[in-house]
């Protein structure tokens, strides 16, 4: 196989996929698993007035460009930023603010619709995995196994995958690669949205690891990471290794196989914060109101009893002991502007109280996400906590050559 020597489960049947055509093509191309589904997204189906309401809010936006080029310098949430940034920030705030979950899944698309949109951008083949539990792992370029990135991408438990998620692991892997020499493998979970709620989207991690695993790749070189809700996602994985759920299907693998992998990275993890409406949001992107809505929707069909497995606030003393036998070392970022700023601090601190080697990094004038929106408003110039990744997943990495 391309770029690597990864041993593929027989159920995965292979085909060379042209990007650019999206047909069958020549050997020479990089291989994929068959995919007979095409979306894991749940698909509103909007009655009348959602409908008038979010084409209404659709049509402001252009109008709402307008002034923010004409004034948007001067508003908190510029913060020195360049224009196309600013834009681009101001516009996904006005969005967030004006639609509900609905609207937002209408417009928004799928997971895989966003990574096959990458595919194309980048005329990268498209490497794709069915699992169970109704979910798949799409590779960033081949299905590289020396050292692989797990990861799990932000969005609410409402949004999918954005092209420039994917576009900010492409770039880590070429950092990488130019650095230090090392092949990255980067896979990306499709998980599901609301209305899917806990455990769904921990056992669809479940099954990505499992799946991983099963091509050989030991966990010491597996790294999980996470943005916003995806960083939540990795959580729930912890809170399950330590405190097994009993909600977890039981073909999942035993939570006494999970350990010993390379590291954790969460980068702005949300993690419910109770508190978050009372947060002022002027300089981030999301807003707060925002949050506490798929807060409550997300905790709205879960057991009380389960909350500490989403958010760690409300977990008893002592939640994260043991962690140190689940990932070698761990990264937090944050944003010292962004709405979860506190909340990321606190589950910092309720970490490092379990596990020695636990950094936390938070970027003055940053916001939620900052290093990914940069990539979204188009900036070529690498993030300050995109050098910081990289930097920390070289280092984690080598660490267990």
């Given at each position: ?34 995919s007979p589904l095409t979306s894991l997204a749940n698909m509103p189906r909007l009655n009348f007035s ?113 092209d420039f998620q994917v576009e900010f692991w492409y770039r880590m892997q070429q950092t990488l690669l ?26 669809q991690l479940l099954s990505a690891v499992q799946h991983i695993m099963s091509m050989g790749v030991p ?183």
């Open positions: 196989m391309q770029g690597s020597s990864a041993v593929l489960p027989p159920s995965c049947r292979l085909y060379a996929l042209n990007p650019t055509q999206g047909s069958v093509h020549t050997p020479n191309t990089a291989l994929v698993c068959a959602e409908s008038v309401t979010m084409n209404l809010t659709l049509l402001r936006i252009p109008f709402f460009l307008i002034y923010v080029s004409l004034f948007g310098r001067w508003s908190k949430r510029a913060n020195g930023r360049p224009l196309n940034r600013i834009l681009n920030d101001e516009t996904a705030y006005f969005v967030l603010a004006h639609l509900s979950v609905r609207q937002l899944q209408a417009v928004s698309g799928s997971t895989f619709a966003g990574y096959v949109k990458w595919t194309k951008q980048r005329k990268i083949s498209q490497v794709v995995d069915d699992l169970e539990n109704d979910t798949r792992l799409m590779w960033v370029g081949p299905r590289e196994t020396e050292h692989v990135v797990l990861y799990c991408h932000g969005g609410g438990f409402v949004g999918p995958l954005s130019k650095s230090s020499g090392m092949k990255l493998g980067v896979a990306l979970l499709q998980y599901s949205t609301y209305p899917a709620s806990f455990p769904t989207q921990l056992n966990a010491s070189k597996i790294c999980f990471a996470g943005d916003s809700a995806g960083g939540n996602v990795v959580l729930q994985l912890v809170g399950h290794i330590l405190h097994p759920s009993s909600l977890v299907a039981p073909q999942s693998p035993s939570p006494t196989q999970l350990s010993g992998f390379a590291g954790i990275c969460l980068i702005s993890p949300w993690t419910l914060p109770a508190d978050v409406r009372e947060v002022d949001d002027s300089f981030d992107l999301v807003p707060s109101n925002c949050l506490g809505l798929w807060r409550d929707t997300y905790l709205s069909t879960m057991p009380e009893s389960h909350y500490p497995y989403v958010e760690p606030d409300v977990a008893s003393q002592g939640w994260f002991d043991g962690l140190e036998n689940i990932a070698r070392r761990i990264l937090i970022t944050a944003g010292r502007n962004e709405v979860l700023c506190a909340s990321i601090i606190r589950l910092s601190t309720a970490m490092e109280k379990a596990h020695r080697d636990v950094r936390l990094d938070v970027q003055d004038g940053g916001v939620h996400c900052d290093a990914m929106f940069d990539i979204g408003a188009k900036s070529t110039t690498p993030h300050p906590v995109e050098k910081r990744v990289a930097d920390w997943l070289t280092e984690t990495f080598k660490l267990f050559v």
